[in-house]
């Protein structure tokens, strides 16, 4: 490392630190307080019946069931993409690794629009659907679909760095003594990307469970069947039953803060990976 | 000849990285590749391996075309550059690798590993993670590795270049030592012909591509065949170092 010039003055140090401290306590703790006192106002049995209530148990599971197929679904896909762009070389190489950077700069509401467009009754694949009885728009696989849609690039953007910058030399070594692809990848690869991979399932995840927008578009807000958490608390906040929106809120807070604690220690683990 | 390469083309994204290349290299030799940078040596050590196509020509082991046979089949051992050692494996499992892949008993690996353990003199190191060895222990344990599953061949990709230079000279007298011991046929890469003279018994000397000239050390420095030989080699230091070490090898 080199040896720079450390800025030594504790006042800009000081100051720096009050500064960010401040920022971070009005942007995110003061709103967590808020939350948390809000969904508590009224007592504990009022809170209990909002979070036991049918459709926000109903809720929670759909946000689950979502967030679950979403970062399985993205872990295979990353694995494999992350896999195939690391390691090979080949034409549209570039191009394929922007395409799977289009959920990052797409708005979520659009990506919903697009799922309606494409599967919707008027859509273009409405027809086959419809004839076959599969519905998907206003219906649990249209929100599982936007779902995945939107936390698509998660694994992928936390393996690629990691598998392109390991190199092929121990991959060509375990090769060159006759280990066929699939105990490369685990002797060798697998336990290098471990670590990152976890990281990114649970940044997928995380995003999984808070997605508004796709699955606000394509669901049809069906209360009991396609509500997932994010959406049940809107719709608790447009009734003006504001303890009860609070009391949900709080249960995303809780699985937030769940995962937020996972990912301190995958990076925390995968900063302290071995190597040379 | 064991190793032959007849007419080899090799280019990538338009970088004519071998040009109608032929060597051979006889069997029980010790062949340096030597070259400035970008020469295509690697490329040629790479085609042997298996792990790069030729565009074009045929290579052959022991005789036999091996163009289509995949590199894990050739009978090869290889170091790379950075020596790629299994970073998540110790020593023991580094080594023991190319022959649990085999299949081999667990008797049998155990066994090797030791002898191996013993060639290189790290008996006790075994049970170390890479990261915990100096840059000459990894090299050695690289070399190792390579001849765990007793290849006919080795090969090895610039197996000083990530060692400072105090060592550097220790390792090569090493290496010679081990390859004239274990008596397996080798071909080495390297840039540096002081490094090629002391070690090679046969120096292939590359260039843009092309071979420029084959021969023994004493040969390419007293009758340097092209312009480039010529100039890429520096005969009087090179005379200086056959007044050393020449006599010694010839006797």
């Not at chain 1, 990691?162 to 685990?186: C, H, P, Q, S």
Request: glycine residues 8%; aromatic residues 12%.
């Amino acid at each position: 490392m080199a040896v720079g010039k450390r800025n030594t003055n504790p006042i800009v140090k000081y100051v720096l630190i009050f500064v960010s401290g401040l920022f971070l306590f009005v942007m995110l703790v003061l709103p967590l307080i808020v939350v948390v006192v809000n969904a508590l106002k009224d007592g504990w049995t009022v809170y209990r019946q909002s979070i036991t209530d049918i459709y926000a148990i109903k809720a929670l599971g759909l946000t689950l069931l979502a967030s679950v197929s979403a970062v399985a679904v993205n872990t295979v896909f990353g694995l494999f993409a992350s896999y195939l762009l690391s390691k090979f070389y080949f034409r549209g190489r570039q191009v394929l690794a922007a395409l799977i950077d289009i959920p990052f700069s797409i708005s979520p509401v659009i990506a919903g629009l697009v799922f309606i467009l494409t599967f919707g009754n008027i859509g273009w694949m409405g027809g086959f659907l419809k004839a076959h009885h599969i519905k998907i728009v206003f219906a649990v696989p249209g929100v599982i679909l936007a779902t995945i849609f939107v936390t698509f690039p998660f694994v992928f953007r936390e393996l690629f760095p990691v598998m392109n910058a390991y190199g092929k030399d121990e991959e060509e070594a375990a090769a060159l003594m006759g280990a066929k692809g699939f105990t490369i990848f685990r002797k060798i690869t697998f336990p290098h990307v471990k670590w990152a991979l976890l990281y990114g399932m649970i940044l997928c995840g995380a995003r999984a469970m808070g997605e508004f927008g796709a699955v606000s578009v394509i669901s049809g807000h069906l209360r009991g069947k396609t509500n997932t958490l994010p959406l049940h608390v809107e719709i608790l906040c447009n009734e003006f039953n504001t303890t009860a929106a609070f009391a949900v809120s709080s249960l995303l807070v809780l699985l937030s803060t769940l995962i937020l604690a996972a990912r301190s220690l995958a990076e925390w683990k995968k900063k302290k990976r071995g190597g040379n | 000849m064991y190793v032959e390469m007849r007419q080899i083309n090799k280019a990538f994204d338009g970088f004519q990285a071998s040009r109608n290349v032929c060597i051979g290299v006889e069997k029980g030799r010790l062949a340096a590749l030597l070259g400035p940078s970008g020469s295509g040596k690697t490329t040629i050590l790479r085609m042997i391996a298996g792990l790069d196509r030729p565009d074009s020509g045929d290579i052959f082991l022991n005789g036999a075309r091996v163009n289509d046979l995949p590199g894990s089949k050739r009978g090869i051992g290889f170091v790379f550059q950075n020596y790629a050692l299994f970073r998540y494996m110790t020593v023991a499992e580094n080594i023991a690798f190319g022959l649990k892949v085999q299949k081999r008993s667990r008797q049998e690996i155990q066994k090797r590993v030791e002898e191996l353990l013993e060639l290189i003199s790290m008996e006790d190191f075994g049970k170390r993670y890479p990261y915990q060895l100096s840059g000459g222990q990894r090299q050695r344990v690289a070399f190792a590795r390579a001849l765990a599953p007793d290849p006919k061949l080795l090969l090895l990709d610039e197996p000083f270049a990530a060692i400072d230079a105090k060592v550097r000279r220790e390792l090569r007298a090493w290496l010679r030592g081990m390859i004239e011991r274990v008596g397996v046929t080798s071909i080495f890469v390297t840039h540096d012909q002081e490094e090629a003279m002391e070690v090679a018994d046969t120096i292939i000397i590359t260039n843009l591509g092309r071979i420029e000239q084959i021969g023994t050390p004493k040969e390419i420095c007293q009758n340097p065949q092209t312009q480039f030989v010529k100039e890429f080699i520096d005969s009087r230091r090179f005379e200086m170092f056959w007044e050393f070490w020449g006599r010694e090898r010839e006797g």
